[in-house]
């Protein structure tokens, strides 16, 4: 269920219109005589989408992500198509649980703006978030991230990031040397930074790490001199880098990259050798990941694509620093730059 | 003066706590009863479940053993259509169930026959080499309760208590019978396994809101300050059930409500909502703290028993337009049983804390409905300013009211005054709730799942250790003593009841009642 009301986008007015949609929800449970509605906040949450971004629906992925993560969520859609420069409207995202009476529901507000404009959505945000909780920053606005950013894109992604705990962005599709010197550019302005290609790399990581939880093998990782690669596209993506990074950064083990064709973008197959054993660890079919060891071992998991709302699941539940990731993060930037 | 120095094992480099779940160690897990219910319907789930979640070792295995013959096949067979039926809130992959398969094993054997054992090492020896298990053995006991002795003693005999790993074996309940079998059944275990190696399993620890009921008085500040005798009027816990006995009628007889529930379960949550703060979050601390409330729980005098406990047994009733049938009527059950399948208890307890505190604690079969809840009343205001206008007329009221629900929908609430909108002071209680499901979406693990898990990792918090399993014992015991010689008018309340006249005297005679949960 959810409902919509359209306001110029002040801080003050939002705010009157959100309590008068709690207002209105109330009104249900008093006919109903009983609790019908459950308020869930645990954080602000803004995200931030551009005209390239029409077919993300980010409604609906709040809405899926409210169910781990309440928020108070912000859809903040730049768009030259927007009649005002600032405009706005609520709405309540909610939903039942199975076999349940009563909604959970989390607020919504929807802020258009026209792409001169969003330099000056940064008062408006402050006036909005939710009080001492994270607020996090969800950056979908491709064209603020890119080279070829405009003034106003800068200043308006910037005017965000001020009032963000933790910014998340995906560069999946950004050059890796590029997205990687905008990514230690904030980090050394002290920003919380969080990548989705790192995130999406959790279903192949965690089956690796385990295998040296064995005390035999942990002991023998640092004999594991070799870290291929097979990744699909051109060039390694920065999920690429990010895993030859985390594999090969304790002890400085060689990377070796190379293109193959496979299921789907990103890595193919994962290898690490030693002396004594190869591990290769591949996508074997588009659902289906397979481990196998030179020792006789082979172990079949299932791969399933995570999509937005399953990443940032994931990524919300790290609201604090990250220390597997930049490490990793420092060793891919010394990748790529051997790459090039 | 000399020390070897042994390296100390590396830490996993690649290990990520942040965003994996916890890891386990290797090893084999070897299940005697494995062809019984138990297994079927929570254990193979479960480590089905934990090996889909990639929460356990690639490199496991269990070892299923009971006395039905079958290959490493049929057992496969047999669990792959188990763990089909009975997994809960998850899906069956047929790709992932062929890798679990691949860990399966079994062993046919007789707990009373020594060869079997010859065969169970053979077995693990075989696994050790093909699935790295690094010779970590847990052993889970889920065979009748009268043969645990019996197997843990073959198992010393056959050195099966000791290899190149750890060894660990895990103990359903019932553990004993009365205080004294549950010493000799801990002398007994002791004889072939260090303290430190048994886990007595009790599922009610594993159940995320009893583990929650810590996080949230440690957790928080605001409540612990309230959690004494100078706030708290009363505690009641609830573990009401509204099937009977479901073709357990013969076992159920021998046991009874007060063993089968409150000397372990409901003792356990009890010992949870009443203990200290642990100085360290650690098993032995938290373990340590338990045993220590239970040991402060005062001990009944016989004469005490007829005031502080009361026994009840369901006869036929109707629910929803069904007929059902008394206890006595159940399959397998005498006609004149004097078996308890209502037990409510008042416990005292002897600290500084809670002195004059009734904990009242009650547990039964054939109630209304299937509920677990602990409900902490705190006292009234010292001065009335408001009253609720109810339909006898004006009234006051003990609002406060912090109930824990266990089951069947997690979460707390918190009940207070707030007054009505409009004009005049007119007051209603209104309830703050935390839905432990709806806030956290993710899946709740199974109580089996966090326990097998806590197990392999070696970490025995939510076990029960021997001295908290003899205080509990040491407090149902002058009741089961009193009730062993005593005639019960039974059956004393009907199907689809809250259970016995006598237990709402049982609380009246301090002033309070019952809640409805």
Redesign the interface.
Known sequence: MSSAVIFPAQPEQILKGLGKLWTSLGEEEKQHGKPTVLRACAMTLIVATDEADRGFCASQTISELMREHPSRGIVLSVSDRAEKSLEARVLAQCWKPFGKAQQICCEQIEITARPESWPNVGPTLIGLTAADLPVIFWCRHQGALNASATDDQKAGLEAVMNIATKMIVDTSSLDPQWAFDLLARWQAQGRLVADLEWTRLTVWREPLAHIFDNTARVNNFSKFHTVEIAHTGEYPAPSVLYVAGWLSGPYRAHVKFNKEEGYGAGIHRITLRSDAETIEFERSSPDCMTLRSTNGRERKYSYEEAGPAALMTEELSVLGPDAAFSAAFRRAQELVRELR | MSALVQPL????????T????R?V??CAVVIFGASGDLSKRKLLPSLYRLF?E?RI???FAVIGSSRTPMSDDRFRGVMKESVSNFLEDAPF?E??W??FAQSLFYVPGDLNNPASYDDLRDKLDAVEKSH?T?GNVLFYLSTQPSHYAEAILELGQHNLNHGTGWRRVIIEKPFGHDLDSARKLNDEIHKVFDESEVYRIDHYLGKETVQNILAFRFGNSMFEPLWNRRYVDHVQITAAESIGVEGRGAYYQEAGALRDMIQNHLSQVMATVAMEPPSVFDSTNVRDERAKLLRSVRVMKPEDVSTHAVAGQYGPGKVGGQDLPGFRQEPSVDRDSQTDTYAAVTFLIDNWRWAGVPFYVRTGKRLPKRVTDIAIQFKAPPLGLFTQETKTGPREVRPNLLVVRIQP?EGISLRFLSKSPGSGMRVRPV?M?F?Y??????RTPTAYETLLVDAMAGDPTLYTRQDMVEASWQIVQPILDVWAHSRFEFPNYAAGTWGPRTSDEMLARNGHVWRIP
């Open positions: 094992p590396e830490v996993n480099p690649l290990q990520d942040l965003r994996f779940a890891r160690p290797p889909y990639r070792s690639p490199n992959d790709d992932v062929k890798s790295q690094a929908e309830s709730d839905n499901g709806s806030s956290f979406g993710e």
